[in-house]
């Protein structure tokens, strides 16, 4: 069965500044799709970013983007010029086939001013 | 615009109660699903379905049911509610088929079993 670990329970940053959160995950498929997810204090659960397996390139939303290691099995967001609204719990979550979610335990990120 | 909902949005039952979890999607997707929330573990499936009358188990499924008999609906039956059962529980849907289609999710329901 597919594990997602994410090692940090919580973490914080400056308003402007950057911050990477962690995520790792065991696998023996050879194709898949991991996604960050950002979840608010108003509980709606957003879809940040996705990365294709097969994809070398790593994907970019604006601020967000990740850094895709396979070999390794990591996948870590980075978020640049952190804003207030940044505030929430993120997920971390691998897609296997038959298009099933399976989540980490999350990281609660809080930007500071 | 196309959307999903639950209800109700809060819940408080008693230990022993069957109580049903209502989710609706107006997408026309194919897939739906339901996760519970819990500190710790992040979102754990419970149970799936790829389209009407096909219904599959999940990681967490012990206790829980579901039924689908159309395209939009997919409740969620807790048969005889225990305490370990109070969560936080989002349905989602996405387009038909196994691949990897984008999940969206519901606005979640907070479950308290007394």
């Known amino acids: 069965a597919q594990t997602v670990t994410q090692s940090q329970p919580e973490m914080s940053v400056q308003e402007a500044e950057t911050v990477t959160l962690s995520c790792t995950y065991d696998?023996?498929?050879?194709?898949?799709?991991l996604f960050w997810y950002k979840q608010p204090p108003s509980r709606q659960m957003i879809l940040v970013i996705r990365q294709e397996a097969y994809k070398q390139q790593n994907a970019t939303e604006n601020r967000f983007s990740v850094n895709f290691q396979k070999a390794a099995k990591s996948f870590s967001l980075k978020i640049s010029d952190s804003q207030l609204g940044d505030t929430a719990m993120y997920f971390c979550?691998?897609?296997?086939?038959?298009?099933?979610?399976?989540f980490g335990a999350g990281t609660i990120l809080r930007v500071k001013s | 615009d196309a959307e999903i909902t639950q209800s109700p949005r809060h819940k408080i039952t008693e230990t022993g109660r069957q109580v049903t979890l209502a989710c609706h999607q107006t997408?026309?997707?194919?897939?739906m699903f339901w996760y519970r929330q819990d500190l710790g573990h992040g979102l754990r499936l419970i149970h799936y379905?790829?389209?009407?009358?096909?219904?599959n188990k999940g990681e967490v499924s012990d206790g829980y049911s579901v039924s689908r008999s159309n395209t939009e609906d997919l409740p969620l039956t807790l048969e005889s509610a225990a305490s370990s059962q109070t969560s936080v529980y989002f349905c989602?849907?996405?387009?038909?088929?196994?691949?990897?289609?984008?999940?969206?999710f519901g606005p979640g329901t907070r479950l308290t079993v007394l």
């Open positions: 989602a849907s996405s387009e038909g088929g196994l691949s990897y289609n984008e999940q969206f």
């Open positions: 379905s790829y389209g009407v009358q096909d219904t």
């Open positions: 979550a691998f897609m296997e086939y038959g298009n099933k979610l399976v």
């Open positions: 696998t023996s498929e050879s194709n898949y799709y």
């Open positions: 997408w026309n997707h194919n897939n």
